[in-house]
């Protein structure tokens, strides 16, 4: 795709998801679309380092949670939430850059071991530090509903907030494919020390491309937490979340603009949609369904759901080239 | 053809005035009670949320039967002022993750249009679907979460029916100097605080140091551990060293064996091993120690193994019994989930309506006796925070393997035996 057909998708799903925050005032839908965007640019910043760049991060949830907590901290201490945007992005991409600049100079899974590691790290020590509110996290105030207190009666304005930073993130990607970075990335992904001979500075690609995704991930953290307004460790640090973001980034397919979005589609239909339709019954269909789709993704597609629209184009094309004109 | 519809009408009009006047509600009654029940079905609580959902059912079908209990609102054949309409409860599974709960619960106020909301079992699952029934103004009935923040936001329309964390550890310290009065033994003074590092301990921990410190005890050794630890001399030896008359402790069920193989092996022996429920009260902590779990008190909400204020406990757990699975007594859990069945089933049923605003004013105006329920409480009545101010804890302490009740000293089953016998003298 042609980063002008790619601006068009945006566009069209924007324009679809927009009307329905703000004409569909069905508040379970709208959580369930709200969940499915942060979803969606989570996995995004997931895709920026571990598609584009090749290394897989399995502690994306460290940076989801230092938007959430900075939100939750600003919150309690009656902050600004729009400080709490800055301030979370800032410290996630200092975190970044601090993980990143001693693993990126190794090769193999070394980063993969070491994303885990730190995400534990934050996770046990935010367990036992007062000030981060320890392993009960924060509740955070209800104020007014107002575009200053980034709370809000209605989801359809959540769905819009999550909407832009969306849209951040896809624009974002479609101008990362095309960008010197972009070509970078991938010359390193192919082979890296072919890349370095020409010239290009793997570290310092590596190192720009995991800063600006973990604060892309820390900007979803702190809508997420004005949404819940509930800010504990479980939830936002642990193991699980980081898992859930990278089956989201794989399921939609690595290094690809849209990927993201299917995987969080499939995640929220699945996981989310059917947890609350089917999970009353208690019988765990819901993630039975979702594992299920896992493993046949993996196993038959493993370039994910992006990459079935690939194929398609390409077998429709191998059929045209073989027809007779 | 007009004029018999004209009469029609009329008669219509003159029934329903009459009707009406009789018996005011008489129209808007409903054949059904809608309400939600939002419990962690899968994941890692899916264990007690299950069993949780069992107890909810039988609660909800002794409500909608006829089979009498000495118990308030069974057998009635559904509500009474409502002209016996049945109790429906809509379960939704939490996942027992926040923003799940969240977004059943709108799913559940907004779609299924339940009239009140129970659950969470889990803390922070509780904390953030309360905060959906306070903005749509849906009363909330949480029968079983213990975190001691949670009836301090200002919500107009959260009710706990349990005691919370804070009101457990001051039971205990409570329990510990009445013992001692009792038995006239002389008071305690250095305590030790050891907890499993996360939510459950920490709030425990917390709670316990601030009893401590009002009255004075002297805390010699705060110690957080990882559950997940596979050997603890090291935390045993720093417990030893500190010297503690007391050890309260917060565990889960691997490290409490744990803690307690090492205590033999490095023959720590306090006066006493004060526990918070969780690992202690596990059935598999007696079955894995043996003799070696003997003497240890541990907090509970509920006992079979206690001089019953209702005589309806054994046959009510016997029903349970018959419909779990794994042929599971009550405990305390599923016991205090039971009850916040009736608690909401009597206030909808005294506001003899399906009104919300009503239905949150006549639970601020509950008021069941102890007796009435299967619980050892003193009654279910909430203060202005909607946190029950009736209810208490007991201690139990393990003699020969079982679960006797010591304390509150009315519904005892056994004296305490303080202060526990050395490892070497057993």
């Not at chain 2, 301990?201 to 009893?211: F, K, L």
């Amino acid at each position: 795709m042609t980063p002008r057909s790619h601006g068009l998708a945006l566009g069209i799903v924007v324009v679809a998801l927009a009307a329905l925050a703000l004409g569909y005032h069905n508040a379970f839908v709208l959580n369930l679309v709200f969940v499915g965007l942060i979803y969606a640019v989570l996995g995004q910043s997931w895709n920026w380092i571990s598609g584009y760049a090749g290394q897989i991060s399995f502690g994306h949830a460290l940076f989801f949670g230092c938007g959430a907590y900075a939100s939750a901290l600003f919150g309690v201490h009656h902050g600004s939430p729009w400080l709490a945007l800055p301030a979370g992005a800032l410290v996630a991409a200092a975190l970044a850059l601090a993980v990143g600049f001693p693993c990126f100079g190794l090769r193999g899974h070394y980063f993969s071991i070491a994303t885990i590691a730190v995400a534990a790290i934050a996770e046990i020590a935010v367990n036992n530090i007062g000030a981060l509110g320890k392993a009960n996290g924060f509740e955070m105030p209800i104020l007014a509903p107002s575009l200053a207190s980034l709370q809000f009666d209605d989801k359809g304005q959540y769905v819009l907030m999550a909407l832009v930073l969306f849209a951040i993130a896809q624009i974002g990607t479609i101008t990362l494919e095309r960008s010197r970075l972009g070509y970078y990335l991938r010359a390193i992904r192919a082979n890296q020390e072919a890349a370095a001979s020409v010239g290009v500075d793997a570290r310092a690609a590596k190192l720009a491309t995991f800063a600006a995704g973990a604060a892309l991930a820390a900007l979803a953290g702190s809508l997420y937490a004005q949404q819940t307004l509930y800010v504990g460790p479980e939830d936002t640090l642990a193991l699980p979340i980081s898992i859930a973001i990278a089956l989201v980034g794989v399921v939609g397919g690595l290094s690809t603009v849209w990927g993201p979005a299917l995987g969080a589609l499939v995640y929220v239909a699945l996981a989310r949609y059917g947890g609350a339709v089917l999970g009353g019954q208690g019988h765990g269909l819901d993630l039975l369904l979702y594992g299920g789709l896992i493993l046949v993704i993996v196993s038959w597609r493993p370039d994910g759901l992006a990459g079935i629209g690939g194929s398609i184009r390409r077998f429709v094309r191998r059929r045209s080239a073989e027809t007779p004109a | 053809m007009n004029r018999t519809l004209a009469v029609g009408a009329m008669l219509a009009i003159v029934l329903a005035l009459v009707g009406g006047s009789a018996a005011p509600i008489r129209g808007a009654e409903p054949a059904e009670i809608v309400v939600g029940s939002i419990l962690p079905l899968t994941g890692g609580l899916a264990t007690t949320g299950q069993g949780l959902k069992l107890a909810q059912e039988l609660a909800r079908d002794l409500i909608n039967g006829r089979q009498p209990y000495p118990l308030l609102m069974a057998g009635k054949d559904g509500l009474p002022n409502l002209g016996h309409a049945k109790l429906k409860i809509i379960f939704a599974d939490s996942q027992g993750s926040p923003d799940q709960a969240k977004t059943v619960a709108e799913q559940l106020i907004t779609q299924d249009h339940v009239v009140a909301l129970l659950g969470t079992y889990a803390s922070a699952t509780t904390a953030t679907a309360s905060q959906v029934a306070e903005r749509y103004g849906i009363p909330f009935v949480n029968p079983d979460s213990s975190s001691p923040t949670l009836h301090t936001r200002g919500f107009k329309t959260f009710f706990r029916t349990t005691p919370h964390d804070a009101t457990f550890s001051e039971n205990l310290f409570e329990f510990m100097s009445d013992v001692l009065k009792k038995q006239k033994k002389p008071p305690v003074h250095k305590l030790a605080i050891v907890y499993e590092n996360t939510l459950f301990g920490t709030g425990a921990a917390d709670a316990e140091e601030a009893i401590a410190k009002r009255d004075s005890y002297d805390v010699a050794l705060r110690l957080p551990y990882g559950a997940n630890s596979s050997e603890l001399q090291s935390e045993v030896q720093k417990i030893k060293a500190a010297g503690a008359d007391v050890i309260f402790q917060s565990s889960y069920l691997n490290d409490a064996l744990l803690f307690m193989k090492t205590y033999k092996q490095q023959s720590v022996s306090p006066q006493a091993i004060i526990a918070q429920d969780a690992g202690f009260i596990d059935p598999n902590f007696v079955k894995n120690l043996g003799k070696d779990a003997d003497y240890i008190f541990t907090r509970d909400v509920f006992s079979l193994n206690l001089k019953a204020k209702n005589k309806a406990v054994p046959a009510i757990n016997e029903l349970f019994k018959a419909r779990s699975p794994g042929g599971n007594n009550l405990d305390g859990n599923t016991a205090r989930d039971f009850t916040a069945v009736f608690v909401l089933a009597d206030a909808i049923d005294r506001a003899r309506s399906t009104k919300p605003e009503e239905i949150i004013k006549a639970l601020a105006a509950t008021n069941i006796k102890g007796s009435d329920t299967i619980m050892p409480w003193r009654g279910i009545k909430f203060d202005e925070h909607g946190q029950n101010t009736l209810g208490n804890g007991l201690v139990e302490q393990i003699q020969n393997g079982v679960y006797e009740t010591v304390w509150p000293f009315d519904v005892a089953t056994k004296a305490a035996i303080w202060p526990m016998p050395p490892w070497d003298k057993r």
